[in-house]
Protein backbone atom coordinates (compact mmCIF):
# COMPACT_ATOMS: atom_id res chain seq x y z
CA UNK A 1 0.00 0.00 0.00
CA UNK A 2 1.60 3.36 -0.94
CA UNK A 3 0.86 6.25 0.84
CA UNK A 4 -1.74 8.87 -0.29
CA UNK A 5 -0.13 12.58 -1.68
CA UNK A 6 -1.23 14.51 1.45
CA UNK A 7 0.65 11.49 3.49
CA UNK A 8 3.57 12.02 1.08
CA UNK A 9 3.29 15.95 1.40
CA UNK A 10 2.96 16.10 5.16
CA UNK A 11 6.29 13.61 5.29
CA UNK A 12 8.16 16.39 2.98
CA UNK A 13 6.93 19.03 5.35
CA UNK A 14 7.87 17.78 8.80
CA UNK A 15 9.32 20.24 11.48
CA UNK A 16 11.21 19.10 14.47
CA UNK A 17 10.18 21.93 16.98
CA UNK A 18 12.61 21.95 19.73
CA UNK A 19 11.15 24.22 22.35
CA UNK A 20 12.13 23.88 26.34
CA UNK A 21 8.75 25.57 27.59
CA UNK A 22 5.78 23.24 27.61
CA UNK A 23 3.49 25.73 27.29
CA UNK A 24 5.50 27.38 24.20
CA UNK A 25 6.07 24.04 22.10
CA UNK A 26 2.16 23.30 22.50
CA UNK A 27 1.13 26.61 21.02
CA UNK A 28 3.74 26.34 18.02
CA UNK A 29 2.81 22.98 17.87
CA UNK A 30 -0.54 23.84 17.28
CA UNK A 31 -0.40 26.18 15.13
CA UNK A 32 1.79 24.48 12.74
CA UNK A 33 0.03 21.57 12.54
CA UNK A 34 -3.15 23.32 11.86
CA UNK A 35 -1.82 24.78 8.83
CA UNK A 36 -0.78 20.58 8.15
CA UNK A 37 2.95 20.50 8.84
CA UNK A 38 3.60 17.21 10.56
CA UNK A 39 5.48 18.37 13.74
CA UNK A 40 7.87 16.10 15.89
CA UNK A 41 8.43 17.95 19.61
CA UNK A 42 11.83 17.89 21.17
CA UNK A 43 12.07 19.56 24.96
CA UNK A 44 15.99 19.49 25.25
CA UNK A 45 19.02 19.33 22.54
CA UNK A 46 19.37 15.65 23.39
CA UNK A 47 16.17 14.61 22.51
CA UNK A 48 16.65 16.92 19.74
CA UNK A 49 19.54 15.21 18.55
CA UNK A 50 18.34 11.55 18.54
CA UNK A 51 15.03 13.00 16.81
CA UNK A 52 17.06 14.51 13.67
CA UNK A 53 19.30 11.78 13.22
CA UNK A 54 16.69 9.23 12.28
CA UNK A 55 14.46 10.97 10.65
CA UNK A 56 15.85 14.27 8.39
CA UNK A 57 12.60 17.12 9.16
CA UNK A 58 11.96 19.79 6.09
CA UNK A 59 12.52 22.35 8.72
CA UNK A 60 13.81 22.98 12.53
CA UNK A 61 12.04 25.50 14.47
CA UNK A 62 14.65 26.00 17.35
CA UNK A 63 14.87 27.94 21.00
CA UNK A 64 18.37 28.65 21.63
CA UNK A 65 17.99 27.89 25.48
CA UNK A 66 17.44 24.62 26.09
CA UNK A 67 18.29 22.71 29.59
CA UNK A 68 21.07 20.43 28.60
CA UNK A 69 22.89 22.13 25.87
CA UNK A 70 22.02 25.30 23.68
CA UNK A 71 20.70 25.26 20.03
CA UNK A 72 23.93 26.38 19.08
CA UNK A 73 25.50 23.13 20.43
CA UNK A 74 22.53 21.36 19.01
CA UNK A 75 22.75 22.01 15.42
CA UNK A 76 27.05 21.69 15.49
CA UNK A 77 26.90 17.97 17.24
CA UNK A 78 23.88 17.63 14.31
CA UNK A 79 25.65 18.71 11.19
CA UNK A 80 28.80 17.00 12.57
CA UNK A 81 26.89 13.77 12.26
CA UNK A 82 24.74 14.24 9.70
CA UNK A 83 26.59 16.13 6.44
CA UNK A 84 23.07 16.78 4.61
CA UNK A 85 21.47 18.91 7.91
CA UNK A 86 23.49 22.14 6.66
CA UNK A 87 20.95 22.08 4.27
CA UNK A 88 17.91 22.48 6.67
CA UNK A 89 16.30 25.85 7.34
CA UNK A 90 16.36 26.91 10.96
CA UNK A 91 13.70 29.31 12.23
CA UNK A 92 14.71 30.69 15.84
CA UNK A 93 12.50 31.51 18.19
CA UNK A 94 14.59 32.92 21.36
CA UNK A 95 14.40 35.37 24.41
CA UNK A 96 18.10 35.21 23.90
CA UNK A 97 19.33 38.85 23.29
CA UNK A 98 22.41 37.65 21.39
CA UNK A 99 19.93 35.57 18.77
CA UNK A 100 20.17 37.08 16.03
CA UNK A 101 24.19 37.01 16.05
CA UNK A 102 23.62 33.10 16.88
CA UNK A 103 21.00 33.08 14.05
CA UNK A 104 23.51 34.91 11.63
CA UNK A 105 26.35 31.87 12.73
CA UNK A 106 23.71 29.02 11.97
CA UNK A 107 22.78 30.69 8.85
CA UNK A 108 18.76 30.68 9.87
CA UNK A 109 16.02 31.65 7.85
CA UNK A 110 14.49 34.03 9.97
CA UNK A 111 14.85 34.78 14.00
CA UNK A 112 11.82 35.70 16.14
CA UNK A 113 12.17 36.82 19.89
CA UNK A 114 9.90 35.85 22.50
CA UNK A 115 6.99 37.39 22.64
CA UNK A 116 6.36 36.47 18.72
CA UNK A 117 3.13 36.96 16.54
CA UNK A 118 2.14 33.36 16.02
CA UNK A 119 1.07 33.90 12.26
CA UNK A 120 4.34 35.69 11.35
CA UNK A 121 5.89 32.27 12.77
CA UNK A 122 4.05 29.85 11.26
CA UNK A 123 4.65 31.70 7.61
CA UNK A 124 8.39 31.54 8.17
CA UNK A 125 8.18 28.13 8.88
CA UNK A 126 5.99 27.56 5.80
CA UNK A 127 7.73 28.82 3.51
CA UNK A 128 10.96 27.31 4.82
CA UNK A 129 9.40 23.63 4.13
CA UNK A 130 8.54 25.03 0.86
CA UNK A 131 12.19 25.52 -0.56
Known amino acids: MTPS ?3 KSRLHRRVLLIEDDPDIRRLIAGALRDVGLDVVAAMDGAQALRTALARKPAAVV ?3 GLPDFDGAEFV ?3 RERR ?3 GDVPIVIVSARPDRREV ?3 L ?3 RVFGKPFEVDELVGAVEQATLN
Request: aromatic content about 6%; cysteine-free; glycine content about 16%.
Open 107 to 109: GAR
Open 62 to 64: LDL
Open 83 to 85: PDA
Open 76 to 78: ARW
Open 5 to 7: KSV
Open 103 to 105: GGL
